[in-house]
Every structure is written in structure tokens, then in C-alpha cells.
């Protein structure tokens, strides 16, 4: 097998044969089968040899006219070779005592293999000599100066080929030896160096060294080019790190102390003041003492100096004492928020624990209700009256894990997790952390922020809550959790376990007018600019803008109308125009345009077919109209409305229950055999679902078809099962608050709930009728109409 190499052969024997004569060549050789090695015509080629088969081949040679052929092997393990080779002369033989042949050998001719005469003890073959002429003219002639250019170019980038070959190259005329001479000497594959000698004619010989010489010069040029850069970086670094070296020579000459012995000393020092626990402080120790040893040039000593200071400068032992005194508590609570009576009352149930024993662990509370009732504010009214810190985090659209626990040190840029650097910024280990949207945390292929949630709302586990980042457990037992949502669905049930849930419904006409009164009204005046004097708000515009102008559980939308007024006034200020204005009723039109809300309940139900019904949704309580209608057909039940599976059901059951009743009812005989029925609840844009729609569903389809109108004061809500039984549902607060608002005074509840309504405040039922019903029954009897609408009259044409 030949194992030469061709740093080996520039070294050694390389170069062109010259014009002398040929040697005969005979017409049968011993092969030599070369493996990824050509031997050309008119080239010196050095060979070590040690297969057993090449070297008897060799004796065979030197044993005769010392000319053997040449040839490149296809594949080793099958034993082929190439049809095509070069006879070769032997000029000089040496043999090693480990086995190996070395020689020198001298390409004569260009044969081809015709038959192979034997294969063992070695090759044999008849071979044929393939004349090859050079021709001249001016192709050629041009082809081997741009040859000979990337030649000489290719030289000066190459360090191992010596300078006397570039000579050696400059005297060959002859364009078939320049070809086999720069062949012979460049790095191919051993494919293209095959295909070289293959060709027939010098021109296409000389296109395809071009070719490969072309891409040769560039890869040696763009490695020059990589080889250049990293040297200069390199000289840099060099250059910087002996300056460095000098500066610190300078700096013990006159005394001062080394850049690193000052940060590690002022490290030192915050170490021993931060009072840090055993673990944190084992730890720190051998991180420092890591930092000492690591120069400052290096990546790793920044990223050891920055979780040092992460360490030092969280509050392992610091914290604040709480305020225990519960009136004034239950002062700041009220001063801030109206009503809330159950969240302050947990609040202050808390602080009387906490007084008797000291060592409780942080609540984990949930405030739950529609957007605008205060639960993010009550957050800061809570802080306030414990004394603690306060900090916010957002959790709405949080999808990656890691924002919860941190990155690992092994990242580059890798920061603790939002828990950590949000007890950083309270510089205190107790505050009270407020994580809100807490139902709107997301989820996706790069983790589960509520899984990491787990350990963190956990009292239990919390006490060793470990960030990735630090690799350091810290304590969140004496944190204050409370978190916010709009809905409870979407929380994830295991997180939902582990937090105390306390609701916060929509609120009254009366508490909004309140809230109005006490903290928006104030607000916006002063934001605007204005004195008391410029603008009042008499009780009853109040009113007309929280039913005309708004419709909402929270405040929000109030105090924006309320901000729209303020705006108004404040331009007339600004103009000149002596201010003072009340605002009533009357005058509001002035200031917010015309009304955007009407009752609609009389209207929307004086004719048969139509139902109120009372709904929830994350925006608090709402009405809703449920429209039945009978047309000629085929016993077919349509819905519409974008209605969900489970209110499709429920429909399907409220119409088989009324079916069973038919008689009852006085609906005709045979009626379901020949009329279609149509059920839609409008707002067709809005998606709505779930079951408590079913009775009211039921009311409308028996309405259309007794021709009874329902009660345009009665509103209703719950669930029926086939059998006529109304089971109970949730959000009563809330459907009731729209119930009030939207002028109902009868409302129909499940039975089972009951206890609900025990526990609304008086004020919220003042006005209100509750009907608790078990069967649907109950439901068509009291909230049908005795008799039957009449049909309006045509207009007759005069």
C-alpha cells in the first residue's frame, strides 16, 4: 500500500524529467496498484511501499527491464483499478528491515491496461502505450500563461514548497509536462487527479488544472486572511495583558494597591457586613476566592463578579417589621377602598394572628373579579398598612419557565428570575409581591410558567425556593404573596390549590356613586388642574353617567367619563370663561354627548318568544336576551347566536322538556309534527356558552308557543335537566348586580341558591324580588304572562 505523503514528496525527488529518449516499453508490466496516487509521465515521484503484492511486483521489475506499470486503485476492498496508468521506471530501490521498499521512480508514458495476464503471487497485464502530442497554438499558448500565473500565486501563499520549484515550473514549454509537473505537486482529490491524466488533449488537461489551481488560491487566500485576523487578536490580547502587567508594576511602586486586591477587598468587606447565612456565606467565600485567581481579562471574571454581587446584595436576613396596630389597618384599608368588606376583614384577621404569633408564615391570597374593582390597588393599600414593601410582577403572556427560576450561570447573559430580583428591588425578605394576571400565564415548547409557580405559592416548599442562577436556596416563607385573576378557569387547578381565593364582585349604582364621590371625582380634578370650585357632581348626574354612559362591574370606564367631563371644564378655564359648573342630568349631554345605554328589557320582551336571562362573563354580570320563533317545516331545531356545546345541549333539553309539558301548557296537538323552531341570542358576534341559559331557553320556547309573554320585569337563571329540574349555577352576585341595573325586579334562582343571596348585602337586594324555584314548572308559572298577547293590528290603507 503506498502511504507517501505530498509534503513529503516537495521535499524530496519532485520535478520534470527532461527531453531524453524514452525507454522501450514492453508489453506486458508488473502492476503496481497505488492507492490515491497518480504517477504522471516525465515526473520523479518518491514511493514508500510495504504491501507484500507491490513489492514482489517491484522485484519482478528489477528483475527484467526494471519498468513496472502504475496504477491507481478504484476501490481497496474489491481489489479494481483504473483502466488508465503510467509505465514507470525504477531508478533507485532501498529495502528497511521493518518490511517497507523505498524508491524513486520516474514517469515514462501514458498505457493503458488491454487484459490482465494474472493476479497473484502479483498484477500482470498487457498494457498498451497511449501516445500523447502536445499541440500548440494560441489557445493553448493562453491557457498556459494563466496557468502558470496561478502557479506562481499559489506558491507564494504555500510555506511547504520550496522556491526552486516555482524556477522549475518557469522553464517547462512543453504544455502536457507543465500540466503533469503542477499535478503532481498541488493537493487534489484523488478523483481530479485521475480525470488529469484521463483526458485526451493538453488543452482540456490545462482547463482542468486551472479550474482546480483557481480554487486553490482562494481557500489559501481566505486562510491567510483567518490566519491574519487571529494574529492581530492575539497581538492585542498580547499587548493589553503586558500594559495591565506594567500598570500593576507601576501601581506597587507607588504604593497603591492592585485593581483586583481592591475588588476583592471591597467584596470582602460586604460579605462580612451583609450577616449572611452559613450556606450563602460557604459559598461566597469559594466563589471570591475563585475571582482572586481568574484574571481580569478573562469572561469568567465578570460573570463570577456579578453573581457575587447578586448575593451580597439580596436580603438573606433583612426585613421589616410590620405595623400591628389594627385600627389603623382597618383606617388605611377604608381610606382607600370602598366596601371590600370580606378582603378586609382577611387582611385584619391576619395582622391579629401575626401579633400573637410572630413567626406565621406569608398568606397566599387570590383576588379574583372583573377588571376595574381594585385588586391591584388594594395590593398597595395592604402594603400600606402593614408597612411591608411592595412590588409588582406581571405574569399576563409570561410562556418560558425560566423568567420564573433564572438561567443557569452556564448561559452568557444569565439573570435570576423574576421572584429574585423582585425581593432584590424590595431590599427586604418580607414584602408583599403582588403577581398579577395570574390567569393569563402561558405555555410552550420552552416550559410551564405555573409549574414554577408551584413551588413559589407553596408554603410548605417555599422555604427553600432554589433559582437556577444562584444554585442557593432562599427563603420566601415570610413573603407576602397575593396574586390577581379575572377568571379561575384558566388557572391551573394545582395552583389554584395552594392560594386562599377571595372574590371580588362588580359593584352597585349606589357603591359606584360612592367610589365616584370619595376617590375618583377627587382625583381627576386635581389631576386636571382644577379647584374644587370649578366642578361639582350632584348625586343624581353621577347616576345617569353609570347608567347611561357606562356599563361595567369596576370603575373604570367611570372615572374616564369623569376624567372627559373634567377635560371639558378645564378647556373652558383655560379659555377664560368663569367656571362652576354643576354637573345634573340636564347638562351632561353637554359634556359626554348623547346616551350610549337604554333600558331595553319592556321593549325587547312585549311580545311572546323572548326570555331575560342573566349571564357572567370576565367583565362581571350581564342581561341577555333568549329569542324563540316557529315557522312551517320539518321538526327541525335550529340555534344561532354563537352558541357553545354546552348551551346547544341545554337548549336541545329545554325544548325535549317542554315537549313533555305540551298539554299542560294548552300548546296544540300534533304541533312539533308539522313547525320548525328557531332559537338565537343576539349579540351574534359574542361567543357565549354553559348551562345556566337553560331555563331561560325553556321560558322562551314555551312563551312562542303558548303566545304567553314573559314578564318584562323578570329576569331568571339555571340549569334544567330533561326531568325539569333546576339545578344551581355561579356568579349570583354578579348576575344580580345587572339585574338591578338594568331595572329587573323579580329575579328566579335555583333553590340551592339560596344561600348565595344570604350572603349579598342588604343594599344590593333592596328592590329586588327573589324567586327560588326546584322544577321548571315554577319557572313557566311565574314568569309567563295569564293570557295570551294579541296579535298587532295591520294598518289599513285610507
Known amino acids: 500500500m503506498d502511504e507517501h505523503t505530498e509534503e513529503q514528496q516537495t521535499t524530496e525527488a519532485f520535478g520534470v524529467t527532461g ?3 524514452t525507454p522501450k516499453i514492453p508489453a506486458e508490466l508488473p502492476l503496481l496498484l497505488i492507492e490515491d496516487m497518480v504517477i504522471y509521465p516525465h515526473t520523479l515521484v518518491p514511493l514508500v511501499i510495504k504491501d507484500p503484492r507491490i513489492i514482489a511486483a517491484v522485484d519482478d521489475a528489477l528483475s527484467h527491464e526494471r519498468i513496472a ?3 491507481m486503485l478504484k476501490d481497496q476492498a474489491e481489489g479494481t483499478f483504473h483502466q488508465t496508468g503510467s509505465a514507470i521506471l ?9 518490511g517497507t521498499m523505498r524508491m524513486i521512480t520516474q514517469g515514462l508514458a501514458k498505457i493503458g491496461i488491454t487484459k490482465v495476464l494474472q493476479d497473484k503471487p502479483f498484477p500482470k497485464a498487457e498494457v498498451q502505450v497511449i501516445e500523447e502530442r502536445a499541440e500548440k497554438n494560441e489557445r ?3 491557457l498556459m500563461r494563466a496557468v502558470m500565473g496561478q502557479y506562481q500565486k499559489m506558491i507564494s501563499l504555500v510555506p511547504y514548497i520550496p522556491d ?16 503533469y509537473f503542477i499535478s503532481t505537486l498541488i493537493k487534489m482529490k484523488p478523483e481530479d487527479k485521475q480525470e488529469i491524466l484521463d483526458l485526451a488533449s493538453a488543452e482540456e488537461k490545462l482547463k482542468k488544472i486551472s479550474a482546480i489551481l483557481q480554487r486553490e488560491v482562494e481557500l489559501l487566500e481566505l486562510g491567510t486572511k483567518i490566519q491574519s485576523e487571529v494574529q492581530d487578536k492575539m497581538t492585542k490580547g498580547q499587548r493589553e495583558y503586558f500594559l495591565r502587567e506594567q500598570l500593576k508594576a507601576i501601581r506597587k511602586e507607588l504604593g497603591e494597591e492592585d485593581e483586583v486586591q481592591v475588588e476583592v477587598k471591597e467584596l470582602r468587606e460586604k460579605m462580612e457586613a451583609a450577616n449572611l447565612p452559613d450556606y450563602v ?10 475571582l482572586e485567581k481568574v484574571p481580569t481579562a478573562s469572561p469568567e471574571y465578570g460573570v463570577i463578579r456579578t453573581y457575587l454581587e447578586w448575593v451580597l ?3 438573606w436576613s433583612r426585613e421589616t417589621a410590620d405595623n400591628m396596630d389594627l385600627a389603623r389597618a382597618r383606617q388605611v384599608l377604608d381610606a382607600d377602598h370602598y366596601d371590600l368588606k370580606e378582603v378586609k376583614e382577611r387582611i385584619l384577621e391576619y395582622l391579629a394572628v401575626r401579633k400573637l404569633k410572630r413567626d406565621m408564615k406569608g398568606p397566599i391570597l387570590c383576588f379574583v373579579g372583573p377588571p376595574g374593582v381594585g385588586k391591584t390597588s388594594l395590593g398597595h393599600s395592604i402594603a400600606t398598612a402593614l408597612e411591608r414593601k411592595f412590588v409588582r410582577m406581571s405574569l399576563g403572556g409570561m410562556h418560558d419557565e425560566a423568567e420564573i427560576r433564572g438561567h443557569r450561570r452556564t448561559y452568557i447573559g444569565a439573570m435570576p428570575g423574576s421572584i429574585i430580583q423582585s425581593i432584590r428591588r424590595a431590599e427586604s425578605r418580607n414584602p408583599i409581591v403582588m403577581l398579577d394576571e395570574i390567569d393569563k400565564v402561558g405555555a410552550d415548547f420552552r416550559g410551564d410558567p405555573s409549574s414554577a409557580l408551584l413551588e413559589v405559592l407553596d408554603p410548605e416548599q417555599n422555604a427553600t425556593f432554589r433559582d437556577h442562577y444562584l444554585d442557593l436556596p432562599f427563603d420566601l416563607s415570610s413573603v407576602f404573596f397575593i396574586t390577581t385573576a379575572n377568571v379561575l378557569e384558566t388557572i391551573h387547578p394545582a395552583l389554584r390549590d395552594r392560594m386562599e381565593i377571595l372574590m371580588l364582585p362588580g359593584y352597585t349604582e349606589h357603591e359606584k356613586s360612592a367610589i365616584a364621590q370619595r376617590y375618583l371625582i377627587p382625583k381627576q380634578i386635581e389631576r386636571h388642574g382644577l379647584a374644587a370650585a370649578d366642578v361639582q357632581f350632584d348625586e343624581a348626574g353621577i347616576r345617569k353617567i353609570i347608567a347611561s354612559y357606562t356599563r361595567e362591574a369596576g370603575v373604570r370606564n367611570l372615572e374616564r367619563q369623569i376624567a372627559r367631563v373634567c377635560r371639558k371644564v378645564a378647556f373652558k378655564k383655560g379659555e377664560g370663561v368663569t367656571t362652576g359648573d354643576t354637573i345634573s342630568p340636564a347638562s351632561l349631554r353637554d359634556y359626554l354627548g348623547p346616551e350610549r345605554y337604554f333600558p331595553e328589557v319592556a321593549m325587547r320582551t312585549a311580545r311572546p318568544g323572548v326570555a331575560t336571562g342573566l349571564a357572567w362573563t370576565e367583565a362581571g354580570g350581564d342581561i341577555l336576551f333568549v329569542e324563540a320563533t316557529k315557522m312551517p317545516g320539518r321538526k327541525e331545531l335550529a340555534l344561532t347566536g354563537q352558541l357553545g356545546g354546552v348551551m346547544q345541549e341545554s337548549a336541545k333539553a329545554a325544548l325535549s322538556y317542554v315537549r313533555t309539558k305540551a298539554e299542560e301548557l294548552g300548546i296544540e296537538k300534533g304541533f312539533f309534527e308539522k313547525y320548525d323552531l328557531h332559537v338565537h341570542v343576539p349579540a351574534g358576534a359574542i361567543p357565549k356558552d354553559g348551562p345556566s341559559a337553560g331555563v331561560t331557553i325553556a321560558c322562551a320556547l314555551a312563551s312562542e308557543l303558548t303566545g304567553r309573554p314573559v314578564r318584562n320585569d323578570v329576569a331568571m337563571t339555571g340549569e334544567i335537566t330533561l326531568s325539569g329540574l333546576v339545578l344551581p349555577v355561579g356568579g349570583i352576585k354578579e348576575k344580580i348586580l345587572a339585574a338591578k341595573a338594568a331595572g329587573i325586579k323579580k329575579v328566579i334562582l335555583p333553590a340551592r341558591n339560596r344561600g348565595d343571596v344570604e350572603e349579598i348585602g342588604e343594599e344590593l337586594k333592596d328592590g329586588l324580588e327573589f324567586a327560588f324555584v326546584e322544577f321548571a314548572d315554577e319557572v313557566f308559572r311565574l314568569a309567563l304572562s295569564d293570557a295570551a298577547a294579541k296579535k298587532p293590528r295591520r294598518a289599513e290603507a285610507s
Open 90 to 98: 525504477i531508478h533507485r530501490m532501498l529495502k528497511f528491515p521493518d
Open 69 to 71: 506499470g502504475a496504477v
Open 164 to 179: 526552486e520549484l516555482q524556477a522549475a515550473g518557469l522553464n517547462i514549454e512543453d504544455p502536457l509536462r507543465l500540466v
Open 19 to 21: 527531453e531524453e529518449e
Open 313 to 315: 446584595e439580596l436580603p
Open 281 to 290: 456565606l460557604k459559598e461566597a467565600q469559594r466563589e471570591l476566592g475563585r
Open 140 to 142: 493553448v499558448e493562453a
